[in-house]
Nanobody, 126 residues
Framework: QVQLVESGGGLVQAGGSLRLSCVASGRTFSSNAMGWFRQAPGKEREFVGVIGWSGGRTYYRESVNGRFTISRDNAKNTVYLQMNSLKPEDTAVYYC???????????????????WGQGTQVTVSS
């Protein structure tokens, strides 16, 4: 069974940090770009960032650029989202997803991804 499992979410104060992990099983995703998305209550899911298959390229939404960093360890079939200087508006369920391509033409849209994790809750208190 092919699946992505996120972990590392939790409650943190504003200004704090969290590191999310996304572990893949059932197949290797070393040839796929991997993305992170989030969905806050009452809002649509939004793109957070994406990393290319080798880890050499990343792209982030503007609001997290400079605060969030995506990395990957293909030997461990794991992708990470390091989140620093967290703000209350970062509160959401965070999802990782496998892109259909090694590096997406855009990377911002959900239909570019074909495998999704179940999500992990991140709550940032003010």
């Amino acid at each position: 069974q092919v699946q992505l499992v996120e972990s590392g979410g939790g409650l943190v104060q504003a200004g704090g940090s969290l590191r999310l992990s996304c572990v893949a099983s059932g197949r290797t995703f070393s040839s796929n770009a991997m993305g992170w998305f989030r969905q806050a209550p009452g809002k649509e899911r939004e793109f957070v960032g994406v990393i290319g298959w080798s880890g050499g390229r990343t792209y982030y939404r503007e609001s997290v650029n400079g605060r969030f960093t995506i990395s990957r360890d293909n030997a461990k079939n794991t992708v990470y989202l390091q989140m620093n200087s967290l703000k209350p508006e970062d509160t959401a369920v965070y999802y990782c997803a496998a892109n259909k391509r090694p590096w997406p033409a855009g990377g911002r849209y959900g239909d570019e991804y074909d495998v999704w994790g179940q999500g992990t809750q991140v709550t940032v208190s003010s």
